[in-house]
């Protein structure tokens, strides 16, 4: 039987961008919550929850977008020729919240508040530019002759915008549960304070993204409403209302885990749904993963690459995650 490496490599992508987001999406989460704790030391504790494993977080999109240079590069051509400019705008926002990272804990008081703002920019930026870019994304990408056929700003609507909205309020709520777990005290307090109005905002951006796809989109009406795709997609919505269930339940008694869990259950859902409505297109609306395959030589080649780097990746990421395991106390932390 023969192995379908473009189906192997759309795996290992699917994987790494998921990855990414669940792991990229808590530490980004963090500085969008900064602006509701004022508090000095409080934001010391937030950020040391992050600060040993934040940049090792960020491999996962290395590891993402060189998958899809290596295995699918039409793909990668058309979509970076799209969506270069929100792209290079996410990039400039981790780099300025990365500098903010090592400069906050060396900068004097009276220059700290400088940093928090870079560090609070560079999330909002970040996180905007990727939700914009997984709009622009459903939208589709226009190609003829194996080229993008599109604009520049083809990009900019207000389903994208709106997508990037979303993606801060669902990074929000990833980063305030992720605070739960890492937390004690007053911070842990405000945390569970802010978490059930960001559930319920989670759930409303979630609604309404659910609702204007469809609208919008034919093609991806037409595969969710019709028969067999609809039982694949019906328990995604089911599944999200008992998440938020369980979710508001978590908060309301104080759990520290759950509610983490949780929110990554939603986040899973949210992506399944999109896998659901895209697949197996990997450049909406019409273009497959086998049509923007490489040939079968350079993919099985770069395989092995990957299946002996991402097992790896796994270790180091498991191992960094249990040696900075308990919670964060100001009096501890890095510094």
């Not at 960001?198 to 309404?208: E, K, P, S, Y």
């Not at 249990?322 to 919670?327: A, D, E, I, N, P």
């Amino acid at each position: 039987m023969a192995i379908d490496l473009s189906l192997i490599w759309a795996v290992i992508i699917i994987f790494g961008v998921m990855m990414y987001v669940v792991m990229d999406g808590f530490d980004l989460g963090i500085g969008i919550i900064f602006p509701f704790v004022p508090d000095s030391r409080d934001r010391d504790v937030m950020m040391n929850t992050v600060a040993p494993v934040w940049d090792g977080n960020e491999t996962w999109l290395v590891l993402g977008g060189a998958g899809l240079f290596a295995a699918f590069p039409l793909a990668y051509s058309v979509v970076l020729s799209a969506l270069y400019l929100p792209i290079i705008f996410m990039l400039i926002g981790l780099i300025f919240r990365g500098v903010a990272f090592e400069f906050r804990f060396k900068a004097s008081e009276e220059q700290q508040h400088l940093w928090d703002k870079a560090f609070i920019g560079g999330s909002l930026l970040a996180t905007f530019s990727q939700g914009v870019v997984l709009g622009a994304f459903i939208d589709g990408l226009p190609v003829v002759d194996r080229t993008y056929a599109g604009g520049a700003l083809d990009w900019l609507t207000p389903f994208s915008v709106f997508c990037g909205l979303a993606l801060i309020v669902a990074y929000a709520l990833l980063g305030c549960t992720w605070l739960m777990i890492k937390t004690s005290g007053a911070l842990l307090q405000r945390m569970h304070d802010l978490g059930t109005p960001l559930v319920w905002a989670v759930l409303v951006v979630t609604g309404i993204v659910s609702v204007w796809t469809p609208l919008a989109h034919e093609e991806i009406a037409a595969r969710w409403f019709s028969l067999p795709n609809l039982f694949w997609f019906l328990p995604v919505p089911i599944l999200v209302l008992l998440c938020t269930y369980a979710l508001l339940r978590a908060i309301r008694r104080n759990a520290h885990y759950t509610p983490f869990l949780l929110t990554l259950a939603l986040i899973f859902l949210g992506y399944s749904g999109l896998g659901i409505s895209l697949w197996p297109n990997i450049i909406p609306p019409s273009v497959s993963i086998w049509d923007a395959a490489a040939s079968p030589k350079s993919q099985a080649f770069t395989l092995v690459g990957a299946l002996f780097i991402i097992p790896l990746i796994l270790v180091y990421t498991a191992w960094s995650y249990y040696v900075f395991r308990g919670k964060v106390t100001p009096e501890s932390g890095y510094h």
